[in-house]
């Protein structure tokens, strides 16, 4: 059974820093399309990051120059290291993966419960 568990969110101010983390069991995520996508209330989801994709890592517009991912396939885990923290990033952060090279619109068949980010002015 795939199972993916979210952790490191929490409350920082503008211009701070989190790092997300997703552990994954039930398979090795070496090859696995694996991303990071978030939700803010009254808003749709929105792809934040993806890796192993078919083309390397992926990073939304939104976030680029701020947010970077890494995958440790020794832990299997993935984890989010986002920077310059802004109010608009606050939002619930989910895990996800696949066999399949989706992008950051894609429809990830695995999913995390999600962690929750929130950055105040």
């Not at 991303?35 to 976030?63: H, M, N, Y």
């Not at 923290?85 to 895990?95: Q, V």
Request: charged share 20%; with cysteine; proline share 3%.
């Amino acid at each position: 059974q795939v199972r993916l568990v979210e952790s490191g969110g929490g409350s920082v101010q503008a211009g701070g820093s989190v790092t997300l983390s997703c552990e994954v069991s039930g398979y090795r995520i070496g090859t696995y399309c694996m991303g990071w996508f978030r939700q803010a209330p009254g808003k749709e989801r929105e792809g934040v990051a993806t890796i192993d994709c078919g083309e390397g890592t992926v990073l939304a517009d939104s976030v680029k120059g701020r947010f970077t991912l890494s995958k440790d396939n020794s832990k299997n885990t993935l984890s989010l290291h986002m920077n310059n923290l802004k109010p608009e990033d606050t939002a619930m952060y989910y895990c996800a993966a696949d066999e399949e090279p989706w992008g950051l619109g894609g429809p990830f068949g695995y999913w995390g419960q999600g962690t929750q980010v929130t950055v105040s002015s």
